[in-house]
């Protein structure tokens, strides 16, 4: 399978604590992406990050990638109840999306 | 900005019956749009990516003359479901790519189909 696959399928941490997930690959890539999915709904772009960055930060969440371990990780610090979502890392190549089975993350108020 | 449109956000059809799903840009103007389908709790999988002005390019094994996409301008994308079955219920989420060149997707609120 070329998609990426999320580490842990699901996650319940409670309200502040941090919350960290996986994502593994295994072809090339140009990019990786996160993305947030609420129930029954669409997908909410978070973070992009470039083959050749190793680092990147948004608000409460770190990226990071590890190339030569084609992997991945999402870190949300002191999460919140709102945070309550699927989480899915897609693997960038010619502008297409190969979109992991996605970490199902229940925050706790 | 970017925000994406779909329309309907639900519908049931009978089985044999065709359904149309539209997928719109809002603010930008989308040379390229995506189309996946997603079962319950599972991964999202491209269907086709649709080019505005050209026939979309569809993914092994999704049949063309099933699933008819249309991508008539900037910010309009149609997939039509042809003589639709009930395995073809499934949530049809539709994204967009700005032409400012960038890699992200920007994502539709997805169109929830039940053939009955």
């Known amino acids: 399978s070329q998609q990426g696959e999320e580490d842990p399928q699901a996650l319940s941490i409670q309200e502040g604590e941090n919350a960290t997930m996986n994502c593994s690959y295994k072809t090339s890539i140009n990019n990786l992406q996160w993305y947030r999915q609420n129930s029954g709904r669409g997908l909410v772009h978070l973070i992009l990050?470039?083959?050749?960055?190793r680092e990147k930060h948004s608000g409460r969440l770190r990226v990071t990638l590890d190339t030569s371990k084609k992997s991945s990780s999402l870190l949300i610090t002191a999460s919140r109840a709102a945070d309550t979502a699927s989480y899915f890392c897609?693997?960038?190549?010619?502008?297409?999306?190969?979109f992991g089975k996605g970490t199902l993350l229940t925050v706790n108020p | 900005g970017a925000v994406v449109s779909q329309h309907p956000s639900r519908v049931i059809c009978k089985s044999g019956t065709s359904v149309k799903i539209e997928c719109r840009s809002l603010d930008f103007q989308a040379t390229t749009m995506f189309w996946y389908r997603q079962f319950p709790k599972q991964s999202l999988m491209l269907m086709a990516t649709?080019?505005?002005?050209?026939?979309?390019?569809?993914e092994q094994g999704v049949e063309k003359d099933k699933f008819l996409i249309n991508h008539a301008s900037l910010t309009l994308s149609t997939l039509t479901v042809t003589s639709a079955h009930p395995e073809d219920s499934s949530f049809y989420i539709c994204s967009a790519k700005g032409l400012a060149g960038g890699y992200e997707q920007y994502f539709g609120p997805g169109t929830r189909l039940t053939v009955t």
């Open positions: 990050i470039r083959s050749n960055e």
């Open positions: 649709s080019n505005e002005g050209s026939k979309a390019t569809y």
């Open positions: 897609a693997r960038g190549s010619n502008y297409k999306l190969t």
